[in-house]
């Protein structure tokens, strides 16, 4: 059983650390470290190597958090253990094996772990990062929303999230959420400045 749980563990961890943003990048002879926030995740590779390639990478990011632990809830016998294995990916997000243990920030390939957990919490949860998105152009600040409503909402077993029941799974993710919050203080701070960059999913509109 302990070899088991092990190999789901490092196997989550090694999954969650595919720099997907980096080798898109890197295909398109852009390195993401060098420019824009140097950061791997798919806010910069959106920034820095195009839209169409911004999305899949948040999408390879999403998958990555979600099927291993979709995989794992479906086929372990624990409760615990899918939860772990999501917990892990994001991990493999943020500090990769791949990169000397330097990597994202996390959001989407937690959110893709989320997903499969407690797939209501993500549909509100991604309307709500849409909204703030779409009023603000701030990605920055739709992420810290979602974590916060996310952070929040697992406490309120009502309605459609009636009988989640888990506390170590609520407690666990509204610890995931304050981390995610923590890691975007950099871009608090900018936003609380006015000098955070805005990401136009659409044509940026001209000056007036």
Excluded at 64 to 75: E, M, S, Y
Excluded at 83 to 103: D, E, N
Excluded at 107 to 121: D, E, K, R, S, Y
Excluded at 186 to 208: C, S, T, W
Aim: hydrophobic share 50%; net charge positive; charged share 15%.
């Amino acid at each position: 059983m302990a070899t088991e749980i092990s190999l789901w563990l490092l196997a989550a961890y090694l999954v969650g650390g595919i720099p997907f943003g980096f080798i898109i990048g890197k295909l398109r002879g852009v390195d993401v470290r060098t420019v824009g926030s140097k950061n791997i995740g798919a806010t910069n590779v959106f920034r820095t190597v195009g839209k169409k390639w911004g999305i899949l990478a948040l999408v390879l990011d999403i998958l990555k958090g979600l099927v291993p632990t979709l995989v794992c809830k479906l086929t372990a016998g624990t409760q615990w253990l899918p939860l772990c294995v999501g917990v892990m990916t994001a991990v493999g997000h943020m500090l990769t094996p791949y990169m000397k243990f330097r990597g994202g920030k996390g959001v989407a390939t937690g959110f893709g772990m989320m997903i499969a957990l407690i797939p209501a919490h993500c549909a509100l949860a991604f309307a709500l990062f849409a909204a703030v998105f779409a009023a603000s152009n701030y990605i920055s600040l739709g992420s810290c929303t979602a974590a916060a409503f996310l952070g929040v909402s697992v406490w309120v077993p009502v309605g459609a999230f009636k009988g989640y029941g888990d506390l170590p799974q609520a407690i666990l993710i509204t610890l995931i959420a304050v981390f995610v919050i923590y890691k975007h203080r950099a871009n608090l701070k900018r936003l609380k400045d006015g000098n955070e960059n805005k990401i136009y999913l659409f044509k940026k509109p001209e000056a007036k």
